[in-house]
Nanobody, 123 residues
Framework: QVHLEESGGGWVRPGGSLKLSCVAS????????IGWFRQAPGREREFVAG????????FYEDSVKGRFAISRDNAENTAWLQMNNLKPEDTAVYYC????????????????WGQGTQVTVSL
């Protein structure tokens, strides 16, 4: 079992940056792919970024490519989502999740979820 806790959300003006952190509890963090998802009011949860346990290849939703970067440090049991050039459309609750199998793009593939952290991008 893996327990995840996000932090780093907040309010930022368009064009600004935030860095989200996801700290995992447990000795098997490195065995899981890590995904970041977001959910805005009235919308379904959507994939943002993901990375395998090996850090071999990250994956990004098209709208965040070139702006967001996912990373992880298995020794620290921590993953991050660096978000640059934020837009109002990025406003959502952001969740980190851990997956042992399945497609990295699909929420149903993830076994463990954090509680979420609010990101608000506005003037």
């Amino acid at each position: 079992q893996v327990h995840l806790e996000e932090s780093g959300g907040g309010w930022v003006r368009p064009g600004g940056s935030l860095k989200l952190s996801c700290v995992a509890s447990g000795p098997t963090f490195s065995n899981y792919a890590i995904g970041w998802f977001r959910q805005a009011p009235g919308r379904e949860r959507e994939f943002v970024a993901g990375v395998s346990w090996s850090n071999l290849r990250p994956f990004y939703e098209d709208s965040v490519k070139g702006r967001f970067a996912i990373s992880r440090d298995n020794a620290e049991n921590t993953a991050w989502l660096q978000m640059n050039n934020l837009k109002p459309e990025d406003t959502a609750v952001y969740y980190c999740a851990a997956s042992g199998s399945g497609s990295i793009y699909f929420a149903a593939s993830y076994d463990y979820w954090g509680q979420g952290t609010q990101v608000t991008v506005s003037l």
